[in-house]
């Protein structure tokens, strides 16, 4: 099930969100090496970690986290205004119609095959999540080899400024946009797998 977590400080959703934190922990902290707060020595949260945030949450029959992204609205600060604004040359693109999507979480213990299906999953429900509020673009920072992929699955894609590299490795902004006839691009390389069961 793909869970649309919004006012997390609030949620009922309480293990997919601790869970989600503990796997980021160890996917960004433990494996990536990145420079990141960790809170109590488990959790990985951020500045950004806050009501604004809306998180897309694939969780198991136990309510346990799988796999998972956060979004968040470019009006508030988010990584790209805030830490990473040298990545966008020409500007740090910010409207009400643009979110940012960061932390894209796929622990290693599902294997390649599981991984790249909760991807996909987590992509589709992050294109209805943005078809349903009116959102027509998506950014983010990413790992430069990520990058080169999401510019070639199909939606209209764009890098905004060359990779940079830090702690870790290789890095680089990107712009989406989300259109009507974007679930149909996506599907012509299987990353939109069609609706999905959801829950808010």
Known sequence: MILTIENHPQSPYV??????????????????????????????????????????????????????????????????DTLFPHLCPGGVPVSTATWESTRLCLPSRHGTVRRREL?????????????????GRITGVIPE?????????????????????????????FKVDVEPDTPARLGWTGTYVGTLELAA
């Open 15 to 80: 293990r997919a969100l601790e869970t989600m934190f503990e796997d980021r922990k160890t996917q960004f902290v433990d494996f990536f090496d990145w420079d990141v707060p960790v809170v109590d020595g488990r959790f990985e949260i951020d500045q950004f970690d806050t009501a604004d945030a809306v998180y897309i949450v694939a969780v198991d029959e136990a309510g346990a986290h799988e796999a998972s992204l956060r979004m968040l609205p470019s009006w508030h600060p988010h990584l790209l």
């Open 119 to 135: 991807r996909n999953a987590l992509i589709t429900a992050m294109v209805d999540f943005a078809l349903a509020r009116g959102i």
């Open 145 to 173: 080899g990520f990058r080169r992929e999401v510019l070639a699955m199909g939606w209209r894609a764009e890098p905004l400024g060359p990779a940079v590299r830090i702690r870790g490795g290789l890095i680089g902004a």
